[in-house]
């Protein structure tokens, strides 16, 4: 199924039973896809759909560019059911409930992304990778340009000033570098794993 296709997909299941919903992949599709030769996993699965669905509450039709990450949907059921978050823990999730009303919200400023021993934090219009070298997101996913600190405008010197200090403050607290690769000596490819799990079976 093509991204395309899942709003109604989605409408016709939630018609048929009767209940709200909310949809998000893990990856970005490459595979049979008419655009998959123009669209390499550059951006480590990141740029995939949030999908929601709340009949009578979230408005019809209604499209958002807020970032999302995967720890939002926490904080947004915490806020829904009533609840609250525990104290005492430090938790990386921002709740969508207002914009799955249909309010403004409180969006994200930037998103932080991991994908083996690579990683990038990312603005709407700039992103910063492990490398410490910014690139200029307007026509991504086709293009991530690259730009040198000798080439800024305002806007790149700003977002650069702005993603290296985010990244500062998050490499403070996680070792990214230290997390395990799946092309690490002894390690098994993805597929390898599978087939292993599904034998033993």
Known sequence: MHSGDIPAA?????????????RQSNHESTHRHPLAPLRPRICGGS????????PGVTPKGAVSKDMVSFAD????????AGAKLPEGMKFDSRSLAPQLRGEKGTPRE????????????REPGFKMNEAAELFEMSDAPF???????AE?????????????AILAAIL?????AAGKRDDAPGAKPGAQRRKKRQAAQ
């Not at 989605?10 to 909310?22: D, F, L, T, V, Y």
């Not at 740029?47 to 709340?54: T, Y």
């Not at 998103?111 to 934090?121: D, H, M, R, S, T």
């Open 152 to 164: 800024d405008t305002e806007a790149s010197k700003a977002a650069r000033q702005r993603l290296t």
């Open 172 to 176: 403070a607290e996680l070792n990214p």
């Open 47 to 54: 740029r995939v759909p949030f999908i929601a669905s709340w």
């Open 143 to 149: 293009v991530e340009k690259l730009i040198a600190a």
């Open 73 to 80: 949907p926490l904080a947004t059921f915490v806020e829904l």
């Open 10 to 22: 989605a409408q016709r299941q939630e018609a048929k039973m009767g209940r709200s919903a909310i």
């Open 110 to 121: 930037w998103v932080y992304v991991q994908l083996n021993a690579k990683w990038f934090v």
